[in-house]
């Protein structure tokens, strides 16, 4: 009679062991997505940006461009180009404020974003390099181009590495390209 019952045991776990098995083959983990969106949009793309103020060094166009690429090169149909749209890049003395740049955005009743203007602090001291003791404008740039898209600042632990973390050093240039949790924002808002 115990064989009988250790049978049945072992046929009850195989049985279980087998399902488990077999439904974990077709369970899809569902995919974290470690990024804030605001809710506001662009209703059309693709988004003209001008760099063309007078206050924007000659030295800056490059690097400003390379941003703006780094998002572009992404799946989604979203987009930026040069142009003279109103969109604008600026770079004036906002003083010790503690942000190296700020931007703008407005929108309507509809959360479809109608303007959008970043402005550089030039209290700072800049470069397009990466140097020491300065802040790097692509590294920058790409994030402040996050924030044309409507993501917001990420402060968590985790986040560190990420383009639209919140915090800048100087000589850093690690937001210059995308991570994952970038990437799967901008394909989010913009499918």
Same mark, same amino acid.
């Given at each position: $009679? %115990?064989? !009988?019952?250790?049978?049945?045991?072992?046929?009850?776990?195989?049985?279980? @062991?087998? !399902?488990?098995? #077999?439904?974990?083959? @077709?369970?899809?983990?569902?995919?974290?997505?470690?990024?804030?969106?605001?809710g506001?949009? &662009?209703?059309?793309?693709?988004?003209?940006?001008?760099?063309?103020?007078?206050?924007?060094?000659?030295? &800056?166009?490059t690097?400003?461009?390379?941003?703006m690429?780094t998002?572009?090169? %992404?799946?989604?149909? @979203?987009?930026?180009?040069?142009?003279?749209?109103? *969109?604008?890049?600026?770079? %004036?003395?906002?003083?010790n404020?503690?942000?190296?740049?700020?931007?703008?955005?407005?929108?309507?009743?509809?959360?479809?974003?109608?303007?959008?203007?970043?402005y550089?602090?030039?209290?700072?001291? &800049?470069?397009?390099s990466?140097?020491a003791?300065?802040?790097? #404008? =692509?590294? #920058?740039?790409?994030?402040? @181009?996050? *924030? &044309?898209?409507m993501?917001?600042?990420?402060?968590?632990?985790?986040?560190?590495?990420?383009? $639209?973390?919140?915090?800048?050093?100087?000589?850093?240039?690690? =937001?210059?390209?995308l991570e994952?949790?970038?990437?799967?924002?901008?394909?989010?808002?913009?499918?």
């Amino acid at each position: $009679m %115990q064989n !009988l019952l250790s049978i049945k045991k072992l046929s009850i776990f195989v049985v279980v @062991f087998t !399902l488990v098995v #077999v439904s974990s083959a @077709f369970y899809k983990p569902t995919e974290l997505k470690a990024y804030s969106y605001s809710g506001i949009h &662009w209703s059309s793309y693709p988004v003209s940006v001008d760099t063309g103020d007078a206050s924007v060094p000659l030295s &800056w166009i490059t690097p400003l461009a390379q941003s703006m690429a780094t998002w572009n090169s %992404q799946t989604s149909p @979203f987009y930026f180009n040069v142009g003279y749209s109103g *969109h604008q890049i600026k770079v %004036q003395n906002s003083g010790n404020n503690g942000a190296p740049a700020t931007a703008y955005i407005s929108y309507d009743g509809s959360n479809h974003i109608t303007d959008v203007d970043v402005y550089f602090n030039s209290y700072y001291s &800049w470069s397009t390099s990466g140097e020491a003791g300065k802040y790097d #404008v =692509k590294n #920058v740039a790409t994030h402040e @181009f996050g *924030h &044309w898209l409507m993501l917001n600042d990420l402060y968590g632990g985790g986040d560190t590495e990420k383009t $639209m973390y919140g915090y800048v050093s100087t000589g850093e240039t690690k =937001k210059r390209t995308l991570e994952t949790d970038d990437i799967n924002g901008i394909n989010a808002i913009y499918p």
